[in-house]
């Protein structure tokens, strides 16, 4: 029988189990299609996204014969799992999609029902999902360190992903102007990468967010691009170059959580 974790509680270790088999929805790419007169068939227009997916629903019942006698508790610690909190996304993992998680809210729980003969739960959980599935080994930090060597990174999906990049520069006791991360041989460009190290002492790129900071400090006045780091299907290359002699010798820490992802 199948699991799911949900905001990093196992549904299991409540006393319940999914009894249903698994039904697994994928991602609908979100087009749309015009038609023109005088010309048949239509037009794709592809909007570049995929839409959120309404998982069909888990019908749960209870499973700890131990904890028959505390129904009402098990049946508001359910409640309380999955219904309390802010309105945002949580990290949602289904056993039957190993090695990967995805973001998601729970929408509805079900009529509980109670078996008249030994008190049982019987419920049913709606949740809604972001599109992709993230590899849990794309949440491996990768780290490399230099300026202007190109450095490899192989995304097994076949999708591509939106990374996270931490950069940080080694012994400098200045701040760094005019920067270039290259990814791909495009050229991501800062006005001004560490004005002082003392209080900004690194730059995040955060390409799924659409985001340029420094802890909880707005830094996006020092990115010059309109479009954020992606990493491609296979191989990519990234690099670092600062601008001018001064910095030709500043070497980087950088650091990359990849979010390898799969539909």
Same mark, same amino acid.
């Given at each position: ?21 698994? =039904? ?82 729970? !929408? ?41 060597? #190109?450095? !490899? ?58 985001? =340029? ?12 691009? #309109? ?9 990519? !290359?990234?690099?670092?170059? =600062? ?21």
């Amino acid at each position: 029988m199948n699991n799911i974790i949900y905001n990093g509680q196992s549904l299991r270790d409540l006393g319940f189990v999914v009894k249903n088999h698994p =039904v697994h929805s994928v991602a609908e790419r979100d087009l749309e299609f015009a038609s023109v007169i005088g010309r048949s068939g239509d037009y794709i227009v592809d909007n570049y996204r995929y839409k959120n997916v309404d998982i069909p629903p888990y019908e749960i019942n209870m499973l700890d014969f131990d904890r028959l006698q505390n129904t009402d508790e098990n049946e508001r610690r359910l409640i309380d799992w999955l219904m309390t909190g802010d309105g945002s996304y949580k990290r949602f993992e289904d056993s039957t999609v190993p090695g990967y998680f995805c973001n998601a809210i729970c !929408t509805n729980i079900g009529e509980i029902q109670r078996n008249d003969i030994n008190g049982f739960l019987n419920t049913s959980l709606q949740f809604n999902r972001e599109p992709f599935w993230y590899s849990n080994e794309g949440q491996n930090v990768i780290e490399f360190e230099g300026s202007r060597t #190109d450095f !490899t990174i192989i995304n097994p999906e076949r999708y591509y992903s939106e990374p996270y990049i931490k950069i940080t520069p080694a012994n400098c006791s200045v701040g760094i102007g005019e920067t270039d991360l290259l990814v791909n041989d495009v050229a991501y460009k800062f006005n001004q990468l560490v004005s002082n190290p003392s209080v900004d002492p690194f730059i995040e790129i955060d390409s799924e967010k659409a985001d =340029v900071f420094c802890g909880n400090t707005d830094k996006n006045a020092y990115a010059r691009f #309109d479009y954020f780091p992606i990493l491609q299907p296979g191989e990519n !290359t990234i690099s670092i170059w =600062v601008k001018g002699s001064s910095g030709a010798s500043i070497l980087f820490d950088v650091q990359i959580i990849p979010r390898w992802r799969r539909l």
